[in-house]
């Protein structure tokens, strides 16, 4: 495995899912001998308050980035801990977080973010924005949140939803990729719901099973040809293909109970499912048990 220099990127806010970002950002630096760069983003005041207010905005912004110092604090101390000789850097940007990170996405390895936030103060922190900086990252985001899997001592496996898109082959790539930073074994899923081809649930008289087994096994020898070649380039990856027939958002929420994390691209419309995976994207983001990784 070669050595990237571009910097994991982790969005830091104070919140408890903001450190365990940074955690798992710490690993993923550490075992892919990336730096790490600890990120606060503080918009500007104008955008939120007129000028008509009466308190001092030079005293406001002193304020937060004292504060955004204190939260980059707490979590470099947190790194320190585990990993005190990985390289790290932190900075603060005045900035609008969706546009902060699409900035420093241009010369980032990957941004990772957690996806739930502790403040209510709408546009102060993260929250409210992740799908915003997902659309707008020009590298992989990593919308982190604890796996709701049991823990068994083996590594919980990273799920990967493709079609024939060249988005998800791009998805597909960058799983195999961090499969092997992780250790982890790689689950290949293509989900396509063959039954509407084929009659099956209108009323529309008999199924043709013929065809849907034909559909069926067209798709699994379809899947076989793209993974082939990512198994040849990756020689250790331990590959489990799964075909289903569900709808791809349904299909991958349901392997996320027992996986690490689940990656997608961000839009797509492929030959071989129809599935839109921007909209799959998003409905992981919302509903995933496990950390989601998306491809631009």
Not at 74 to 91: F, G, K
Not at 196 to 214: K, S, T
Not at 263 to 290: D, M, N, P, R, T
Request: net charge negative; hydrophobic share 45%.
């Amino acid at each position: 495995m070669s050595t990237d220099t571009r910097a994991v990127i982790v969005g830091i806010d104070g919140s408890e899912a903001a450190l365990g970002a940074a955690r798992w950002a710490a690993d993923f630096a550490a075992k892919s001998g990336s730096p790490l760069e600890l990120l606060h983003a503080i918009p500007r005041l104008e955008w939120y308050f007129a000028n008509a207010m009466v308190f001092s905005p030079e005293a406001l912004a002193d304020e937060l980035a004292t504060d955004g110092d204190k939260k980059l604090d707490a979590a470099e101390a947190e790194i320190r801990a585990s990993h005190p000789d990985l390289p790290m850097t932190r900075r603060i940007v005045n900035e609008a977080a969706a546009k902060a990170f699409a900035v420093a996405s241009d010369t980032a390895r990957l941004i990772v973010i957690g996806s739930h936030w502790s403040s209510a103060a709408s546009d102060l922190i993260l929250g409210g924005h992740v799908i915003r900086i997902v659309n707008q990252a020009t590298c992989p985001v990593l919308v982190w949140r604890e796996s709701e899997a049991t823990r068994t001592g083996k590594p919980l496996p990273v799920v990967v939803g493709v079609d024939e898109s060249d988005n998800s082959l791009r998805a597909l790539r960058a799983a195999f990729a961090t499969a092997e930073v992780l250790g982890a074994p790689l689950t290949v899923a293509h989900m396509w719901e063959t039954g509407p081809a084929v009659g099956l649930g209108y009323g529309e008289g008999p199924v043709d099973w013929n065809l849907l087994h034909l559909l069926q096994s067209t798709q699994e020898e379809k899947l076989d040809e793209i993974v082939a070649p990512l198994r040849k380039e990756f020689p250790g990856a331990h590959v489990h293909k799964v075909y289903t027939d569900v709808g791809p958002a349904k299909g991958l929420k349901d392997l996320s109970k027992e996986a690490q994390l689940v990656v997608v691209g961000s839009k797509g419309h492929g030959k071989l499912s129809g599935a839109i995976l921007g909209s799959v994207s998003q409905s992981l983001i919302h509903h995933a048990e496990c950390s989601v990784l998306v491809t631009p």
